[in-house]
């Protein structure tokens, strides 16, 4: 129930922040396992594991920071110069040196 309700919630935030800021917010999740595996599972929490977890609010308080302000609007014609010959070859590129190394 509550991964459903929080994947709604997360859908409906998409509308009032930029979703590459929403999208490392995500990361937040690590530090909750980290209270609750404290907390409920009555877990022993290492040096690593308060490390890890620091470098993700860390990391959080950056993007926050220096992260876009606002939302930018394209029109169709900007959309498609995005997508020039270069990066499809990039892209396809990438793809095959995933799958060969797979």
């Given at each position: 129930?509550?991964?459903?309700?929080?994947?709604?919630?997360?859908?409906i935030?998409?509308?009032?922040?930029?979703?590459?800021?929403?999208?490392?917010?995500?990361?937040?999740?690590f530090?909750?396992?980290?209270?609750?595996?404290?907390?409920?599972?009555?877990?022993?929490?290492?040096?690593?594991?308060?490390?890890?977890?620091?470098?993700?609010?860390?990391?959080?308080?950056?993007?926050?920071?220096?992260g876009?302000?606002?939302?930018?609007?394209?029109?169709?014609?900007?959309?498609?110069?995005?997508?020039?010959?270069?990066?499809?070859?990039?892209?396809?590129?990438?793809?095959?040196?995933?799958?060969?190394?797979?």
């Amino acid at each position: 129930f509550t991964l459903g309700f929080g994947s709604i919630l997360n859908f409906i935030s998409m509308g009032f922040a930029p979703s590459s800021l929403l999208a490392s917010l995500g990361s937040v999740q690590f530090l909750s396992n980290v209270l609750f595996g404290k907390f409920i599972l009555k877990e022993v929490i290492t040096n690593r594991i308060l490390f890890g977890t620091a470098t993700i609010v860390l990391g959080n308080g950056i993007t926050v920071i220096f992260g876009p302000q606002q939302e930018s609007n394209y029109d169709q014609n900007e959309l498609i110069d995005f997508y020039d010959a270069s990066y499809i070859f990039l892209l396809f590129f990438e793809t095959v040196l995933a799958v060969s190394m797979h």
